[in-house]
């Protein structure tokens, strides 16, 4: 027996990732999902190897007082409700992104995890994957000595051939190209610059392809972030390109640049005319299943059982790349440059 029930919170593509996940790790295993669809109790609980109890009821989900955790994994504009909800009820938390549709809600979001001094993990797990595990490393390193810009850019066509095409077109759903998936490729702009970021600008459009104009906000975004320092990077979230997915990292440092999965360094004696490899799994895909949710939960229970906060990804640290995309999406609508 495991020590940490967990109950999921809306059974769509996103809770098809976690369960397994959580299921894979040593501590966990998932106990409930709370869903507004029917399903069968006996049927997922043969699928995914634990047992698992149905409530269509949330607070009937939350009032069971041995489940320990939830994950949410419902719709982005539930997120905040059902969060605060949880935290109430005494849970531990797993959110998926974005947080939120709002800075508001961000912040009541972050008052009602403080009163209920529960622990958090939010999904930015691509700090958990190779190439980041290992980008940070090189630059832990000091391999490629002070990063003065760095960009990473998130290239994905999320259209109807894409299971959450139906609600991420919507304004109140998707809320915007940076929220929508674009905030992956800012969080990871975050962990490998470090620091403060002061103000960005921010500029969005859209797509003039018949059925990618279903959007109602603006689905490309191209922002400029400025940092407390004066290092500068950069951030495009494309969800309406037709093209294969492409997660773009290019850091520029004193001392060498990293594109990708390659770099130069001064301080190796490399050939500065050709790239050297990094063996590293880039993050090549939009597919949840290919994502390290099973590293990052096994951190998060690690993390609880000892009484620590999530390392990496706790709300805390996701709400500062949320501060920054409600800036750079102010921007956007506004024409002009938002301090953050």
Known sequence: MKKYNVGIIGYG???TAHIPAINASSLAEVTAICSSRPLDAAALSTQYGSDITVYTSLDAMLANPDIHAVSVCS????HAAQTIKAAQAGKHLILEKPLCLSLKDLRAMQQAVKQAQVKTCVCFELRFSSQFVTTKAVLDAGLLGEIHYGEVDYYHGIGPWYGQFRWNVKKDAGGSALLSAGCHALDALLLC???????????AIGSANKVLKAYEYPSTSVSILRFKDGRVGKVTACIDCLQPYYFH???VGSEGSLLDNKFHST???LNKTKWSELSLKLCDSGDVSDHPYTTQFEAFFNALAAGKDMPLTSLDVA??????IFAADKSAATGK????
């Open 13 to 15: 593509w996103a809770a």
């Open 319 to 324: 709400a500062k790349t949320h501060e920054v």
């Open 337 to 340: 440059p938002v301090k953050i």
């Open 267 to 269: 301080k190796l004696g």
């Open 193 to 203: 610059m470090g620091g403060e970021v002061e103000s960005v600008s921010s500029y």
């Open 249 to 251: 990292t290019h850091l």
């Open 75 to 78: 719709l982005p504009n539930q």
